[in-house]
T-cell receptor, first 115, second 109 residues
Framework: GAVVSQHPSWVICKSGTSVKIECRSL??????MFWYRQFPKQSLMLMAT?????????EQGVEKDKFLINHASLTLSTLTVTSAHPEDSSFYIC???????????FGPGTRLTVL | GQNIDQPTEMTATEGAIVQINCTYQ??????LFWYQQHAGEAPTFLSY??LDGLEEKGRFSSFLSRSKGYSYLLLKELQMKDSASYLC??????????WGAGTKLIIKP
């Protein structure tokens, strides 16, 4: 299957700082990338959908000014958590697909801990 | 509204067979996915069905009935490493994945 990488795997930061997470599709061109958040023992929650070259579409309740998403190329999307707070601590997972009906392939996830 | 239902938790014995059911109601339908997610890890793709019938892939098989809005994932010859959550997700008319809450499968020796 297709490979999606995510960096960093884990990050610990102080409250008020910003954290950038990168998501890359390694062997295919991802026209669409998705960002999910998952709290312990809960299901995946879609945060936003981004198409290459256009603004991300955020799900209801997700602050677009706090979670900045950039999808500048067909192989790279970034999620920046601005002014992070302890309640933002979570497992952030990206996924990517090439075409609309294609399978979404997931990155390995980034565990964010905000102190 | 759109909805995916699957059992919260199931228990099975090593070497046995288990069937995880999923029912869906979506605005349009473009296929049904199953993913496996081990604790602390991201989901990994298992199967995709868009036509009615059974798709077999090694120890895992997935079935779809579009008229009934129903799918199941069948796991044979269960191994301890199969202990994980299994996520059912339907692709709606906008090609958005609608996720179930996942079924936690516990395998006992």
């Amino acid at each position: 299957g297709a490979v999606v990488s995510q960096h960093p795997s884990w990050v610990i930061c102080k409250s008020g700082t910003s954290v950038k997470i990168e998501c890359r599709s390694l062997d295919f061109q991802a026209t669409t990338m998705f960002w999910y958040r998952q709290f312990p023992k809960q299901s995946l929650m879609l945060m936003a959908t981004s198409n290459e070259g256009s603004k991300a579409t955020y799900e209801q309740g997700v602050e677009k000014d706090k979670f900045l998403i950039n999808h500048a190329s067909l192989t790279l999307s970034t999620l920046t958590v601005t002014s992070a707070h302890p309640e933002d601590s979570s497992f952030y997972i990206c996924s990517a697909r090439q075409r609309e009906a294609d399978t979404q392939y997931f990155g390995p996830g980034t565990r964010l801990t905000v102190l | 509204g759109q909805n995916i239902d699957q059992p919260t938790e199931m228990t099975a014995t090593e070497g046995a067979i288990v069937q995880i059911n999923c029912t869906y109601q979506t605005s349009g339908f473009n296929g049904l996915f199953w993913y496996q997610q081990h604790a602390g890890e991201a989901p990994t793709f298992l199967s995709y069905n868009v036509l009615d019938g059974l798709e077999e892939k090694g120890r895992f098989s997935s079935f779809l009935s579009r008229s009934k809005g129903y799918s199941y994932l069948l796991l044979k010859e269960l191994q301890m490493k199969d202990s994980a959550s299994y996520l059912c997700a339907a692709l709606d008319s906008n090609y958005q994945l609608i996720w179930g809450a996942g079924t936690k499968l516990i395998i006992k020796p």
